[in-house]
Structures are given as structure tokens and as C-alpha cells.
């Protein structure tokens, strides 16, 4: 399901921000204008045989450490592109969205994407974008808050 799609279906305001082609979510914020630390990108990790989504700021680099010791689990690491690809085929590979549940993927989010009122993040694409309100994004998510990066 396209994400665009289901925040229609659930009547959540949203706006599309096509733009050209970027693959770091840095990129994306400086060809939309938009501070990196509004701009959430995802990160697929695989603990054990699961997998997780860590979301957080384009500026912010994954603390491995903090996600080891929050799930408890000696063994994180970044999963592959091939995982990727098997775990999100209706995306663009490495454009995944921030909404792990739609793929049955636990999401921690790092909190401090909480601290603005916009999220802007790629819609499973490398070539458009969406912003939503945050509350907006939190509410449909749920995801696990915590600081996951540095």
C-alpha cells in the first residue's frame, strides 16, 4: 500500500513534495529546504532473526549501543540490501518509510524528532516526499521513543 494512500484512507492531512531524485535523506532536506532535523529518515537493523526500524533525524547517526541495550540484545547490526528489499518490495531500495507496522517491523523512533511539528520523510520513493504534521505521524505509529542517535 502506497503510504499517500493510507494516510488518505484515514483522513490525515498530509502534502506530497515531488522533487528530484536523492538517496541520503541530507540530500532530500537541502533539495526541499527543509532543516535536516525535521527530515526522518529509517534505518532497518536486524537483532537475531527479527528486524527493527530506527527512525531519526537525516543529521543523526544510529547509536548501536542504545539500540542494543534497548532491546536487550548483544547482536545488532545494519541489515543488507537484499533484507531490505524482501522486507519493503513496494519501495524504491533504501526509500523505506517511517512506519514499520505497515511491514509487520517494530519502530523506535529517536525522540527528538518529537520536538518539531512537522515530519517530512521519503514515500517509498527516491523522487517524492511527504510532510505530515508529527502529532499526526505519532498517533497512527506508536513508536517506541527513546534516544537512538547521536
Known amino acids: 500500500m502506497r503510504i499517500d494512500?493510507?494516510?488518505s484512507s484515514r483522513h490525515v492531512h498530509f502534502e506530497s513534495l515531488h522533487h528530484r531524485p536523492t538517496f541520503t535523506a541530507n540530500r532530500m532536506a537541502q533539495v526541499l529546504h527543509v532543516p535536516g532535523k525535521e527530515v526522518?529518515?529509517?534505518?532497518?537493523l536486524r537483532s537475531g532473526g527479527d528486524y527493527v526500524l530506527v527512525v531519526l533525524p537525516a543529521t543523526h547517526y544510529v547509536d548501536m549501543e542504545r539500540i542494543r541495550r534497548?532491546?536487550?540484545e548483544e547482536n545488532v547490526?545494519?541489515?543488507s540490501e537484499d533484507e531490505i528489499a524482501h522486507m519493503f518490495p513496494d519501495c524504491e531500495p533504501g526509500a523505506m518509510p517511517p512506519f514499520g507496522s505497515l511491514y509487520d517491523?517494530?519502530?523506535?523512533?529517536?525522540?527528538?524528532l518529537a520536538e518539531d511539528e512537522e515530519i517530512v520523510?521519503?514515500?517509498?520513493?527516491?523522487a517524492e516526499a511527504i510532510r505530515m504534521r508529527f502529532e499526526d505521524?505519532?498517533?497512527l505509529e506508536?513508536?517506541?521513543k527513546g534516544r537512538f542517535s547521536y
Open 5 to 7: 494512500e493510507m494516510l
Open 40 to 44: 526522518a529518515k529509517s534505518v532497518l
Open 70 to 72: 534497548r532491546l536487550g
Open 77 to 79: 547490526e545494519m541489515a
Open 105 to 112: 517491523v517494530p519502530t523506535l523512533m529517536d525522540s527528538s
Open 121 to 126: 520523510f521519503e514515500n517509498q520513493s527516491h
Open 137 to 139: 505521524y505519532d498517533t
Open 142 to 144: 506508536h513508536p517506541i
